[in-house]
Every structure is written in structure tokens, then in C-alpha cells.
Antibody
Framework: QVQLVQSGAEVKKPGASVKVSCKAS????????IHWVRQAPGQGLEWVGW????????NYAQNLQGWVTVTRDTSISTVYMEVSRLRSDDTAVYYC?????????????WGQGTTVTVSS | SYELTQPPSVSVSPGQTASITCSGD??????AFWYQQKPGQSPVLVIH???RRPSGIPERISGSNSGNTATLTISGTQAMDEADYYC??????????FGGGTKLTVL
């Protein structure tokens, strides 16, 4: 079955970096974009960015450009999201999700979420 | 940047119809998508491309989109429908925008 499986919870200090993985299975990895979406405690969904696993092309939310980097390794069907210079307000559950394309498409499969806690 | 506005909360009695709105400038010329999220769980797509239901989503969940407002309608609301609902659209065809979310309470 189609699955996105994310790496485990992380606890980081302010100023550090974190790298979260999302491993895809059950479908052709390069046929679907992968998005990252985060949700701070008690808050709504915030889109972080997407990657086209076929070309490696990316796009990020304006307020996160320069702070977030999304990459992929097609040999193991895995996408990575790295957040640098962590602050306390980066504490959130980070989800990966796939979409068949951009512009007219929804995120139809989601990962289980990865909790990132930033605390001194 | 593009913004989507949802009411923070909606209440409905069991068996009645719940309507959750999502407003944005000329939203009707874009596609609207809706996600359901229950506590401690990942979001689930319930409506795509304004009114299409993914496989496994009950027929009592429907969507529409016209003018500046998209609407998610749940007919014959059940206790299991109690959740947070988020609308989503695309901005300039390359960036994703979410509404702030609506907490649906089934009284």
C-alpha cells in the first residue's frame, strides 16, 4: 500500500539544525511531488515547501526561504527536510505529504508526522 | 500573498447539516481542497478539486466553490465527524495556502 514513513522525534537546542526524513513506498517515487507541512502546538497547518523528486526542483514558503532545505535521494525513495538555525517557534509536528502535481492537485497521502522540539 | 479565512468554530447537532466556509479573493476561479484532522492524527483529504471525494470518503461529505467562498457541507452529521477542518488552495500556481482551520463540534 502507498505509505510515507517519517523519521522519529527530535529534540534540539536553539541555533542547531534538524534533518527529518520521509520514505515513500507503494508507488513510483518520481511521479509525485512531496510537500512538507508543519503544525505548531495547538495551531493550524502551515505549508513549508515542496520538491519534485524527478527533477529535484523545489519551492518554499516565503517566510522560510533560506531557513529550510528539501532534498531527495531517488535511490532509496526518500525526501529530507533540513531546518537550520532553529528557534523555539520552530517547535512543531512536521508532516510530509504527496501530490500528483502542483497547482490543481491535493495532498492525498500524508506521513505520520515527526515532532521537533526546540528547547534550551 | 494569498489568504484563506475560515470561522474558528462551528457547532452542529447530530443528524443535522454542518457547513464550513472558506473565503479568499476570487477563490471560485481556483480549486479548493479540504482536509479533516482528528486529535493526534495526520490530516486526511476529504474533498479535492472543489467537490470530488476521494475513495472511502462518505457521500454525506460534499464541497462547492463559487465567487469568493468555498463550502464544505456535512449532511447527517455524526459524532465521528467531530474534527478540525482545513481548506487549501494554490497561490500563483506554485505555493500552497491553508486556511486557519475550523473546529467542528457535534453537540
Amino acid at each position: 500500500q502507498v505509505q510515507l514513513v517519517q523519521s522519529g522525534a527530535e529534540v534540539k537546542k536553539p541555533g542547531a539544525s534538524v534533518k527529518v526524513s520521509c520514505k515513500a513506498s507503494g508507488y513510483t517515487f518520481t511521479a509525485y511531488y512531496i510537500h512538507w507541512v508543519r503544525q505548531a502546538p495547538g495551531q493550524g497547518l502551515e505549508w513549508v515547501g515542496w520538491i519534485n523528486p524527478n527533477s529535484g526542483g523545489t519551492n518554499y514558503a516565503q517566510n522560510l526561504q533560506g531557513w529550510v532545505t528539501v532534498t531527495r535521494d531517488t535511490s532509496i525513495s526518500t525526501v529530507y527536510m533540513e531546518v537550520s538555525r532553529l528557534r523555539s517557534d520552530d517547535t512543531a509536528v512536521y508532516y510530509c505529504a504527496r501530490s500528483p502535481g502542483i497547482s490543481n492537485y491535493a495532498m492525498d497521502v500524508w506521513g505520520q508526522g515527526t515532532t521537533v522540539t526546540v528547547s534550551s | 500573498s494569498y489568504e484563506l479565512t475560515q470561522p474558528p468554530s462551528v457547532s452542529v447537532s447530530p443528524g443535522q447539516t454542518a457547513s464550513i466556509t472558506c473565503s479568499g479573493d476570487k477563490l471560485g476561479i481556483k480549486y479548493a481542497f479540504w482536509y479533516q484532522q482528528k486529535p493526534g492524527q495526520s490530516p486526511v483529504l476529504v474533498i479535492h478539486q472543489n467537490s470530488r471525494r476521494p475513495s472511502g470518503i462518505p457521500e454525506r461529505i460534499s464541497g462547492s466553490n463559487s465567487g469568493n467562498t468555498a463550502t464544505l457541507t456535512i449532511s447527517g452529521t455524526q459524532a465521528m465527524d467531530e474534527a478540525d477542518y482545513y481548506c487549501q488552495a494554490w497561490d500563483s500556481n506554485i505555493a500552497v495556502v491553508f486556511g486557519g482551520g475550523t473546529k467542528l463540534t457535534v453537540l
